[in-house]
């Protein structure tokens, strides 16, 4: 089948972490990616690098946080099957420190990007169309990074409204939850708290973005018809919350 034919697939953030192998199992999946993010370089060096692989993957340079250039993108493409927001944004603030910057700065990227574009391409995703959003298990209550949290907690609220808006046109909606997942978002964690955070796995070790890859397949399946407005947590058990002793 020619590219143009295939599925339509958008991920956000997917030149790096679990958005990259999102956008490889993706496209192993049978879907034409797109593949948005702002680091342009990774951008060109992935998308190239998959598509010389034969995958029907492309590459889009984009700040999610502009609305204008967003809405641009979505309606340059035409109709989308599978939407991931993914990108995202991390960083550690204290409890006592974090500024009204801080909480901007998140809910900008981790949700407001999300939101403005969903909602544009929800007004042509054909009935059956899947929408994942990626929080995370941190929604639940974290440390020392309470503007992240609260931004992350905010995607599972929007999941559920869009969930309900959205699925009378057959089109399902659904979150994960990441534990720890050894990308490259893990720099904003000190060696201490890195180390920290791997103590309270109870597997005893950080996920692969392939187990996110694998869950987003799942969620965007055809044959997964009737789950949306759930939150799929996707962290070795970590939300369990047992104490491990
Ligand atoms: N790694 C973890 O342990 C973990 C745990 C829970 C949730 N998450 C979430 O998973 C998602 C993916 O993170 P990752 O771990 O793969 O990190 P990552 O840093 O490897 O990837 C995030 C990507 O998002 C892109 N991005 C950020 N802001 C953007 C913007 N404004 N416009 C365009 N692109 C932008 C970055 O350039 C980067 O390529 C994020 O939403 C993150 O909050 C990660």
Excluded: W
């Amino acid at each position: 089948m020619s590219d143009d034919r295939l599925p339509l697939a958008l991920v956000t953030g997917g030149a790096s972490g679990m958005g990259l192998a999102t956008v490889e199992r993706l496209a192993r999946d049978g879907f034409r990616v797109v593949m948005v993010d702002r680091a342009a370089e990774l951008v060109a060096q992935e998308a190239g690098r998959l598509a010389a692989e034969g995958l029907a993957v492309e590459g889009r340079v984009l700040d999610l946080t502009d609305e204008p250039a967003v809405r641009a993108l979505v309606q340059s493409l035409g109709p989308i099957t599978a939407l991931v927001n993914n990108a995202g944004v991390f960083d550690e603030r204290k409890f006592a420190e974090v500024s009204s910057d801080d909480f901007r700065r998140a809910y900008e990227v981790n949700l407001i990007a999300a939101a403005t574009l969903t909602q544009e391409v929800a007004r042509t995703m054909p009935e059956g169309g899947r929408i994942v959003n990626i929080a995370s298990r941190a929604y639940l209550g974290a440390r020392n990074h309470p503007h992240y949290v609260a931004s992350k907690a905010a995607i599972v609220g929007y999941t559920r409204a869009s969930a309900m808006e959205l699925a009378p046109r057959g089109i399902l909606v659904n979150a994960i939850a990441p534990g720890l997942i050894d990308t490259p978002i893990l720099r904003a964690l000190t060696p201490e708290r890195l180390a920290a955070q791997l103590a309270l796995q109870p597997t005893g070790k950080a996920g692969r973005p392939e187990d996110i890859a694998q869950a987003v397949s799942f969620l965007v399946s055809p044959q997964t018809g009737f789950i949306t407005g759930q939150v799929l947590f996707v962290d070795g058990g970590k939300s369990l919350g047992g104490s491990g002793a």
